[in-house]
T-cell receptor, first 115, second 116 residues
Framework: GAGVSQTPSNKVTEKGKYVELRCDPI?????LYWYRQSLGQGPEFLIY????????DSGLPNDRFFAVRPEGSVSTLKIQRTERGDSAMYLC?????????????FGPGTRLLVL | AQKVTQAQTEISVVEKEDVTLDCVYE???????LFWYKQPPSGELVFLIR??????QNEISGRYSWNFQKSTSSFNFTITASQVVDSAVYFC?????????????FGTGTRLTIIP
C-alpha cells in the first residue's frame, strides 16, 4: 500500500504570504501528526489529530499556524503571514489505532523556504 | 518532561567497521516506547525499531542491533560491518502515552558518515 504522501515537496514563498501544506496519511490510519524540523535539529511536534479533531495543538508556535483534517483523512497545515523563521522541513506522520503506542510512519516532508 | 539526548553530533567510520550510536532518555512515565529512525539525504524519516519500556531484551536485525538498558536510561544502536548506504542522520525518539497523544520527542540526531 501507499505510504504517507505530502505536497508540495518544496515551497518557496515571500515573507508575509500565506501557504498551505498537504498531508495524505496511510489509508486506515486515524492518528495524524505534524512536526517541524529545522536545519540540524530533530523534528518537533506541532499538532496531533485523532480522526477529524485536533486532540493536541500545544506544539503550534503561534496563532499564525493552523491545521485541519475535515474528513479524518487528508490534513492541511496552514501558515499565515509567513516569516523567515518559518523556513523548515514540515513532516507529517500517521499511525493506526491500537492498544498501545503505535509506530508513526512519516511522509517525505515539505521543505518550506520563506524569502 | 521527556527528553532525548544524542551526544554524538557526527561520527565517521571506515566502511566495514562497527559503530554504536548513543541515546539517553528522560521520562517520568513507567510506560513508554523508544524508537530509532533513519533520515537519508532524501529527507524522509525511515522507521527502524520500536521498543516498549517493559521489554529490555536486546534485538538484532541483520547488521543492526539495539541495546536497551533501563538502569542507565539508554537505548543504543549498533551497526556492524558498516556500509556506505548506512550514511544518514539517525534519530532516537521517545513516546509517552499522554491522553492518547503519542507524540514523539526526538533527539538532535547523529550524522553518520561511512567512508568507502
Amino acid at each position: 500500500g501507499a505510504g504517507v504522501s505530502q505536497t508540495p515537496s518544496n515551497k518557496v514563498t515571500e515573507k508575509g504570504k500565506y501557504v498551505e501544506l498537504r498531508c495524505d496519511p496511510i489509508s486506515g490510519h486515524t492518528a495524524l501528526y505534524w512536526y517541524r524540523q529545522s536545519l540540524g535539529q530533530g523534528p518537533e511536534f506541532l499538532i496531533y489529530f485523532q480522526g477529524t479533531g485536533a486532540a493536541d495543538d500545544s506544539g503550534l508556535p503561534n496563532d499564525r499556524f493552523f491545521a485541519v483534517r475535515p474528513e479524518g483523512s487528508v490534513s492541511t497545515l496552514k501558515i499565515q503571514r509567513t516569516e523567515r523563521g518559518d523556513s523548515a522541513m514540515y513532516l507529517c506522520a500517521s499511525s493506526s489505532p491500537g492498544a498501545g503506542i503505535e509506530t508513526q510512519y512519516f511522509g517525505p516532508g515539505t521543505r518550506l523556504l520563506v524569502l | 518532561a521527556q527528553k532525548v539526548t544524542q551526544a554524538q553530533t557526527e561520527i565517521s567510520v571506515v566502511e566495514k567497521e562497527d559503530v554504536t550510536l548513543d541515546c539517553v532518555y528522560e521520562t517520568r512515565d513507567t510506560t513508554y516506547y523508544l524508537f530509532w529512525y533513519k533520515q537519508p539525504p532524501s529527507g524522509e524519516l525511515v522507521f527502524l525499531i520500536r521498543r516498549n519500556s517493559f521489554d529490555e531484551q536486546n534485538e538484532i536485525s541483520g547488521r543492526y542491533s539495539w541495546n536497551f538498558q533501563k538502569s542507565t536510561s539508554s537505548f543504543n544502536f549498533t551497526i556492524t560491518a558498516s556500509q556506505v548506504v548506512d550514511s544518514a542522520v539517525y534519530f532516537c525518539a521517545l513516546s509517552e502515552q499522554n491522553r492518547g497523544n503519542e507524540k514523539l520527542t526526538f533527539g538532535t540526531g547523529t550524522r553518520l558518515t561511512i567512508i568507502p
